[in-house]
């Protein structure tokens, strides 16, 4: 598994608090075995409403496409589970998240996918979106390693949680290959397990 | 030391710490149902797994079924299609699947408590974010993303960071016509949509207390709608006299020895929690939703709260809410015209939310007017058998309702039960997120089965006290 340690290209800005799975991809589109093609359908409703609206969603915007890092406000990827939502994102494009904070089950799937989400301050978020607002072009580097976020030269202090940074880092974001290792340590906690052994 | 129930049940399923600083968690009961499940077993497959404990994955369908026409195949092929993928994954890897017919189907989380596969002190996970219900038999129940789902299939272990715990106490005692599903909706308002987020959420209370397992399950159903990835409740005589008798609980000698057991994993009296906040049964009130977010609620006598109401940062959502649903700050709740009412889901679609809806529309005597869709659907075949063998069915009937089959149905519209275009709709379900009910531009208020009952009878939003009061509640 391939370490991430940086992510660098223009950013797309998404601004808003709460930014639910269900407008990430609508329910409709879960109606598949496989996560292909949902790129396509990302933010599908909200895209529409700003256009009915005469506005552009970002993910719509010219200016934005491309974009390899997203940048939201706080609770990110909030409500329904589904993986789809961040396969969404990823197939459009996008390599990493900067926003103040995100819902824990949509974290744990960014990890195990290996797109890599980072925490910045709500005044720093904004401030990011600024820039790229702006200067579309700017380039954003999301670096773990030294735990910052670059936007047209500015530098912004982010954190990844440890866990997760060490698993970008080293490579073990997917987390199978290590969870499958010395089997028997699973199989002697399930026979600790009094459920597990009908209480017997 | 003393310890909360979170932490005695995580350390117990702790296979080891992984190099990442994560735990490696067995995970005790995994439920699947055939939305997120059929990439998790491309995945699996992409890599010559195998699922090592098929006894500890349970499938149901609950999402694509169609509540109306339930024969196969179905009209969407692509419900069709994910149907014949977790009939065939099932069937490879030697999982038991509750079909549709089997008498066991219905929405996973209303199935597993059934059965009584859900236990205290297991750890529990669905590819389903309202996983955290199965935390009112005190497990620590979780949501988990499709790449998560595969690891548990190939492992039985997931890796996992370690949660804050905060006590969420109600004491008192509820007023009537009040409900479990108020008092997560007041908890919510109070605590924020993500207000939860790194915590556990233990409720406690003498209100919790005194609350069926049915009510308790809706209770930590919405815990992840505060942020938080699981909720629970210390077990107690409630949830044992629950289990005892369902045909997975343990029998015999073992039953004695599973309830010794389960009364050890409660949190100890002097446990100590990050985090301890207390409500008063006496100031919730009947709760609706007005706008985009589960937290953004009032009081049925309330108005639509205005910005001030909150802090600077959440302006720009308070208006994007008022934008979307179309209110305004000031407006009353009560008289909102609705359009459909949704009665069920993982939420509320047990028996008793059934048993109160039905009595609340007898007790009110009216009829759905035209021009006004209610329908309810049972949570499981469980439910809607024994609703039918009570008469429930036929109560609503008569009072202008549909009735029909067991599923997941409106609460996220993935079947063909749709709101169209603008409509309202007075739903029991958990999510009142933009477009969630199937139509783009759609609108939810969320809200009891009781209050959702009399939406459908006078065609807006009311207050159901004055119903119950008419012949004393």
């Given at each position: 598994?391939?370490?991430?340690?940086?992510?660098?290209?223009?950013?797309?800005?998404?601004?808003?608090n709460?930014?639910?799975?269900?407008?990430?991809?609508?329910?409709?589109?879960?109606?598949?075995?496989?996560?292909?093609?949902?790129?396509?359908?990302?933010?599908?409703?909200?895209?529409?409403?700003?256009?009915?609206?005469?506005?552009?969603?970002?993910?719509?915007?010219?200016?934005?496409?491309?974009?390899?890092?997203?940048?939201?406000?706080?609770?990110?990827?909030?409500?329904?589970?589904?993986?789809?939502?961040?396969?969404?994102?990823?197939?459009?494009?996008?390599?990493?998240?900067?926003?103040?904070?995100?819902?824990?089950?949509?974290?744990?799937?960014?990890?195990?996918?290996?797109?890599?989400?980072?925490?910045?301050?709500?005044?720093?978020?904004?401030?990011?979106?600024?820039?790229?607002?702006?200067?579309?072009?700017?380039?954003?580097?999301?670096?773990?390693?030294?735990?910052?976020?670059?936007?047209?030269?500015?530098?912004?202090?982010?954190?990844?949680?440890?866990?997760?940074?060490?698993?970008?880092?080293?490579?073990?974001?997917?987390?199978?290959?290590e969870?499958?290792?010395?089997?028997?340590?699973?199989?002697?906690?399930?026979?600790?397990?009094?459920?597990?052994?009908?209480?017997? | 030391?003393?310890?909360?129930l979170?932490?005695?049940?995580?350390?117990?399923?702790?296979?080891?710490?992984?190099?990442?600083?994560?735990?490696?968690?067995?995970?005790?009961?995994?439920?699947?149902?055939?939305?997120?499940?059929?990439?998790?077993?491309e995945?699996?497959?992409?890599?010559?797994?195998?699922?090592?404990?098929?006894?500890?994955?349970?499938?149901?369908?609950?999402?694509?079924?169609?509540t109306?026409?339930?024969?196969?195949?179905?009209?969407?092929?692509?419900?069709?299609?994910?149907?014949?993928?977790?009939?065939?994954?099932?069937?490879?890897?030697?999982?038991?699947?509750y079909?549709?017919?089997?008498?066991?189907?219905?929405?996973?989380?209303?199935?597993?408590?059934?059965?009584?596969?859900?236990?205290?002190?297991?750890?529990?996970?669905?590819?389903?974010?309202?996983?955290?219900?199965?935390?009112?038999?005190?497990?620590?129940?979780f949501?988990?993303?499709?790449?998560?789902?595969?690891?548990?299939?190939?492992?039985?272990?997931?890796?996992?960071?370690?949660?804050?715990?905060?006590?969420?106490?109600?004491?008192?005692?509820l007023?009537p016509?009040?409900?479990?599903?108020?008092?997560?909706?007041?908890?919510?308002?109070?605590?924020?949509?993500?207000?939860?987020?790194?915590?556990?959420?233990?409720?406690?209370?003498?209100?919790?207390?005194?609350?069926?397992?049915e009510?308790?399950?809706?209770?930590?159903?919405?815990?992840?709608?505060?942020?938080?990835?699981?909720?629970?409740i210390?077990?107690?005589?409630?949830?044992?006299?629950?289990?005892?008798?369902?045909?997975?609980?343990?029998?015999?000698?073992?039953?004695?020895?599973?309830?010794?057991?389960?009364?050890?994993?409660?949190?100890?009296?002097?446990a100590?929690?990050?985090?301890?906040?207390?409500?008063?049964?006496?100031?919730?009130?009947?709760?609706?939703t007005?706008?985009?977010?589960?937290?953004?609620?009032?009081?049925?006598?309330?108005?639509?709260?205005?910005?001030?109401?909150?802090?600077?940062?959440?302006?720009?959502?308070?208006?994007?809410?008022?934008?979307?649903?179309?209110?305004?700050?000031?407006q009353?709740?009560?008289?909102?015209?609705?359009?459909?009412?949704?009665?069920?889901?993982?939420t509320?679609?047990?028996?008793?939310?059934?048993?109160?809806?039905?009595?609340?529309?007898?007790?009110?005597?009216?009829?759905?007017?035209?021009?006004?869709?209610?329908?309810?659907?049972?949570?499981?075949?469980?439910?809607?058998?024994?609703?039918?063998?009570?008469?429930?069915?036929?109560?609503?009937l008569?009072?202008?309702?549909?009735?029909?089959?067991?599923?997941?149905?409106?609460?996220?519209?993935?079947?063909?039960?749709?709101?169209?275009?603008?409509?309202?709709?007075?739903?029991?379900?958990?999510?009142?997120?933009k477009?969630?009910?199937?139509?783009?531009?759609?609108?939810?208020?969320?809200?009891?089965?009781?209050?959702?009952?009399?939406?459908?009878?006078?065609?807006?939003?009311?207050?159901?006290?004055?119903?119950?009061?008419?012949?004393?509640?």
């Amino acid at each position: 598994m391939s370490e991430i340690k940086k992510i660098s290209g223009t950013a797309v800005p998404v601004r808003g608090n709460d930014i639910d799975t269900d407008r990430i991809i609508p329910a409709r589109f879960l109606r598949c075995v496989s996560f292909d093609g949902l790129g396509e359908h990302a933010f599908e409703d909200d895209r529409a409403q700003d256009k009915a609206k005469g506005k552009t969603h970002p993910f719509d915007d010219a200016r934005f496409q491309g974009a390899k890092v997203l940048v939201s406000n706080s609770n990110f990827g909030c409500g329904s589970s589904r993986e789809h939502a961040p396969q969404a994102i990823y197939r459009w494009g996008v390599r990493a998240i900067v926003a103040v904070s995100y819902s824990e089950i949509f974290y744990g799937n960014t990890v195990a996918m290996g797109m890599p989400c980072v925490h910045v301050s709500a005044a720093d978020a904004e401030a990011i979106q600024s820039i790229v607002e702006a200067d579309p072009k700017a380039e954003v580097v999301v670096d773990i390693e030294a735990n910052t976020v670059t936007a047209a030269g500015k530098t912004f202090s982010a954190t990844v949680p440890e866990g997760p940074r060490k698993q970008f880092l080293t490579g073990g974001w997917d987390a199978t290959s290590e969870l499958l290792k010395d089997f028997e340590d699973i199989r002697s906690v399930a026979r600790k397990l009094p459920y597990v052994n009908a209480f017997a | 030391m003393a310890q909360t129930l979170y932490d005695k049940v995580f350390d117990a399923h702790v296979v080891r710490k992984l190099s990442s600083g994560q735990y490696q968690l067995f995970i005790g009961l995994h439920m699947i149902h055939e939305v997120t499940s059929p990439q998790a077993f491309e995945m699996l497959r992409d890599r010559n797994g195998s699922v090592p404990f098929p006894e500890r994955t349970v499938a149901t369908v609950d999402h694509i079924v169609p509540t109306e026409d339930q024969s196969r195949p179905y009209k969407d092929d692509l419900a069709e299609q994910m149907m014949k993928a977790i009939e065939t994954n099932c069937k490879q890897f030697g999982i038991r699947l509750y079909q549709p017919g089997s008498g066991k189907q219905g929405v996973v989380h209303i199935v597993a408590p059934e059965q009584g596969l859900t236990q205290p002190g297991m750890t529990v996970a669905c590819g389903d974010s309202h996983t955290a219900t199965h935390g009112a038999f005190g497990a620590i129940a979780f949501g988990i993303g499709t790449s998560q789902v595969r690891d548990v299939l190939a492992s039985q272990t997931l890796s996992m960071g370690r949660l804050k715990v905060r006590r969420i106490e109600v004491n008192g005692k509820l007023n009537p016509g009040v409900y479990a599903k108020d008092v997560i909706l007041y908890i919510l308002r109070k605590l924020t949509a993500k207000g939860g987020v790194g915590f556990a959420y233990e409720f406690a209370g003498s209100v919790i207390d005194a609350m069926s397992m049915e009510e308790r399950m809706t209770v930590c159903n919405m815990a992840i709608e505060g942020g938080a990835r699981c909720g629970y409740i210390n077990p107690d005589q409630t949830t044992f006299d629950y289990l005892k008798g369902r045909p997975e609980a343990p029998t015999g000698a073992a039953w004695d020895k599973a309830v010794e057991w389960w009364k050890s994993v409660a949190s100890d009296k002097d446990a100590v929690y990050a985090d301890v906040v207390k409500y008063e049964a006496a100031d919730i009130e009947p709760t609706v939703t007005w706008g985009i977010s589960p937290d953004q609620s009032v009081g049925v006598n309330e108005a639509i709260p205005s910005t001030s109401d909150f802090s600077a940062t959440e302006k720009a959502n308070i208006e994007e809410a008022y934008e979307y649903m179309d209110v305004k700050p000031g407006q009353p709740i009560a008289g909102t015209k609705v359009d459909v009412v949704f009665i069920g889901s993982c939420t509320n679609g047990r028996i008793s939310d059934l048993r109160e809806a039905a009595r609340v529309a007898e007790l009110h005597g009216g009829k759905v007017p035209a021009g006004i869709k209610a329908f309810v659907v049972p949570g499981s075949e469980i439910v809607k058998k024994e609703a039918e063998a009570e008469g429930l069915d036929k109560v609503f009937l008569k009072h202008g309702f549909e009735w029909r089959q067991a599923g997941c149905s409106m609460c996220l519209a993935m079947n063909p039960d749709k709101l169209v275009g603008r409509q309202i709709s007075a739903s029991t379900s958990n999510r009142n997120f933009k477009g969630r009910q199937g139509s783009p531009s759609g609108r939810t208020l969320l809200l009891s089965p009781a209050m959702a009952a009399v939406a459908a009878l006078e065609g807006k939003i009311t207050d159901v006290r004055p119903v119950l009061a008419k012949k004393g509640a």
